[in-house]
């Protein structure tokens, strides 16, 4: 059975479906972080199939092939160490100052005019197998109780016509998962990123639209900033913005309805619970994408 080595230290969070953990370990005086991942067992497909979203040897593969990634890098690869249970991935421990929102928009836009290479191991359709998640637990019934009911049913009514056009958009390069933690410096213009569990291909603009999520700044200051950037000028900038819209309504909506189902079980009426603390940010980031909604709805 596999056990960290003596010596390294633990990193907190790293815990993941597959993920045992994270640890800082040093070789030669440099300092390398490494995670391990189990091998998935026989009542686990889900992370048997290289398309899937949730496929277990993707880190490993693009530690092993990654050079072909602009404007958002991976860190360096010291090595990856296979066993039967599983394997170690060693990347450097990146250190610099945390990439702001701006230039994580211009990373991001760079890194969309990659055409994607033919590697079995990219993830396929992101937003798809979200949505298709969703049907499996019957779409949004709590939301269905709030004020909220109009919109979302007339998204999931719509989503059919919505994934059919965001589908037929070219495909692109995306990191699949931009949050700030996985953002962990920047280095110039570039901006190094960490979990490339689903690196695949998406329509430019989906990786913003994800990113939009976790930031501060307005969606349309972020838009703006990925399309005024000299990379997307190859862009089209219709298609940016509705695959943008497409992966922020869909994805904050579904946030919203995890979190709200989460907590409606308990006693009390369901009113009560928008101010949970496990809830209110999800409602709150849910209005603060109302012109996202509407936009999306109108086209």
């Known amino acids: 059975m596999w056990q960290p080595e003596p010596g390294w230290t ?62 958002v890098r991976h860190p360096e690869v010291l090595q990856v160490d296979e066993d039967d249970d599983g394997y170690c991935l060693w990347t450097e421990e990146v250190t610099g100052p945390e990439p702001t929102a701006l230039l994580t928009a211009t990373a991001l836009a760079r890194l969309a005019t990659v055409e994607p290479p033919d590697r079995p191991w990219l993830a396929g359709t992101l937003l798809g197998d979200r949505v298709r998640l969703m049907a499996a637990h019957d779409g949004w019934p709590t939301l269905q109780r709030t004020n909220v009911a ?45 979990d490339w569990s689903s690196l695949g291909i998406a329509p430019a603009g989906a990786d913003l639209g994800y990113f939009a999520l976790s930031c501060r700044e307005d969606f349309e200051v972020l838009l703006g900033t990925y399309l005024d950037s000299p990379a997307a ?67």
């Open 150 to 194: 109009d919109l979302a049913d007339e998204l999931w009514r719509r989503r059919g016509s919505i994934l059919e056009r965001y589908d037929a958009l070219p495909r692109r390069v995306a990191h699949g998962d931009v949050v700030p933690a996985n953002l962990v410096a920047a280095v110039g213009e570039e901006v190094v990123a960490i």
């Open 10 to 71: 633990p990193v907190p969070g790293g815990r993941g479906a597959l993920t045992v953990g994270l640890w800082s370990a040093e070789i030669d005086g440099r300092s390398w972080v490494v995670k391990r991942v189990r091998r998935p067992g026989p009542d686990e497909p889900e992370h048997l199939d290289p398309r899937g979203p949730a496929y277990w040897r993707r880190e490993a593969e693009a530690a092993a092939d990654h050079a072909w990634l602009v404007g």
């Open 233 to 299: 000028k190859a862009l089209d900038t219709a298609e940016v913005r509705f695959a943008a819209e497409a992966m922020a309504v869909y994805t904050v909506v579904a946030r919203a309805e995890w979190a709200l189902a989460r907590v409606a079980k308990g006693e009390g009426a369901l009113a009560a619970k928008f101010r949970h603390p496990a809830v209110a940010p999800h409602l709150r980031a849910l209005q603060r994408h109302f012109p996202q909604i509407e936009s999306l709805l109108a086209m």
